[in-house]
């Protein structure tokens, strides 16, 4: 099966600095690369999405990036603030499955 | 997107019991899940609810321990059996319309077992 792993586990940077978050998988059939942000005791929460024909995506300070070729996707979080502190689960999709990695514990320091 | 409502949010029970955990969405979606995540960890599938037939459950799930049911397009249920302190997780519901399209999560059941 689809095996996705995520680095690094745990990211602080400065209020304001950016943030890089980087996930590869194993299978060249996922083509559907979710990304949630997830709050202490809270739901997972989709923040953005990519398919894979696409290679780039951007919502307002956060963008993915898509490398079918070497199998890796990236979040990017630009101009961070508190309350982007949580933590971020990548995900690769297969159909219906979905495959997580085993996430980002991001702390943004004011 | 579909509201997702999952009872109980918490419960602490006694090892050997079981517990039944409900997820009701506001709206008919395709695609229902259940998944486990423990603390400090990710989110691991435990089965894909279908409407009408058998749950499919993932490697290291079992019907026996997880019976899942799902009688119609907006409701379905996992029941943690005899359970043990080793059950004590997050239980968590996720519905989606198909595929490529993404997964919304309930808020979670947090079960601890004494």
């Known amino acids: 099966g689809e095996n996705v792993e995520q680095h690094p586990s745990t990211l602080s940077v400065q209020e304001g600095d950016s943030a890089v978050i980087k996930c590869t998988y194993s299978?060249?059939?996922?083509?559907?690369f979710p990304w949630y942000k997830q709050e202490l005791g809270k739901r997972p929460q989709l923040i953005i999405d990519i398919r894979s024909n696409v290679g780039e995506k951007k919502d307002q300070r956060i963008a993915v990036t898509l490398n079918k070729t070497a199998k890796h996707f990236s979040l990017h979080i630009t101009e961070t603030q508190p309350e982007d502190s949580a933590v971020y689960f990548c995900?690769?999709?297969?159909?219906?499955?979905?495959?997580f990695g085993t996430g980002t514990s991001l702390t943004v320091i004011p | 997107s579909a509201v997702i409502s999952q009872k109980p949010s918490r419960d602490i029970c006694q090892r050997g019991t079981s517990l039944t955990i409900q997820c009701q969405v506001d709206?008919?979606?395709?695609?229902m899940f259940w998944y486990r995540q423990q603390p400090g960890q990710s989110l691991t599938l435990i089965a894909t609810?279908?409407?009408?037939?058998?749950?499919?459950?993932e490697s290291g799930f079992v019907i026996d321990k997880f019976p899942i049911s799902r009688p119609n397009l907006t409701f379905s249920t996992l029941t943690v059996s005899n359970m043990s302190p080793e059950d004590s997780s997050i239980y968590l519901c996720?519905?989606?319309?198909?595929?490529?399209?993404?997964?919304?999560f309930g808020d979670g059941t947090r079960l601890s077992i004494l």
């Open positions: 995900a690769a999709s297969i159909g219906n499955q979905f495959y």
């Open positions: 996720s519905v989606a319309d198909r595929g490529l399209q993404p997964q919304h």
């Open positions: 299978d060249s059939a996922s083509n559907y």
């Open positions: 709206s008919q979606v395709t695609m």
């Open positions: 609810a279908n409407q009408g037939s058998e749950a499919t459950y």
